[in-house]
Nanobody
Framework: QVQLVESGGGLVQAGGSLRLSCVVS????????MGWFRQAPGKEREFVVS????????FYADTVKGRFTISRDNAKNTVYLQMNSLKPEDTAVYYC?????????????????WGQGTQVTVSS
């Protein structure tokens, strides 16, 4: 059983920053690519970013490229999402997910395990 626990969400003004963390427990973390997704009220869940198993390859959605940075610490079984220059349209529940792959992917069906989500609210 794999568990993912996100933290770090909150309320921030536009232009501000937040850092999300996701701690993974239960099975091997270092041989899985990881990803972050988000879901705004009334909208479908959307891909944000993915990082490969060793952290050397990343893939960002165009909407966050240049503002968000994903990283991972395999020794701590943790993946991070640094979010800068936040916009009101970034408001959503952010989910951490673990794939069945080594490499990056934006396909929801390739993510096997999901966290419970953390709310990020950006005020204008």
């Amino acid at each position: 059983q794999v568990q993912l626990v996100e933290s770090g969400g909150g309320l921030v003004q536009a232009g501000g920053s937040l850092r999300l963390s996701c701690v993974v427990s239960g099975r091997t973390f270092s041989n899985r690519a990881m990803g972050w997704f988000r879901q705004a009220p009334g909208k479908e869940r959307e891909f944000v970013v993915s990082i490969n198993w060793n952290g050397r390859s990343t893939f960002y959605a165009d909407t966050v490229k240049g503002r968000f940075t994903i990283s991972r610490d395999n020794a701590k079984n943790t993946v991070y999402l640094q979010m800068n220059s936040l916009k009101p349209e970034d408001t959503a529940v952010y989910y951490c997910a673990a794939t069945v792959r080594l490499g990056v992917t934006d396909r929801t069906d390739e993510y096997e395990y999901w966290g419970q989500g953390t709310q990020v609210t950006v005020s204008s």
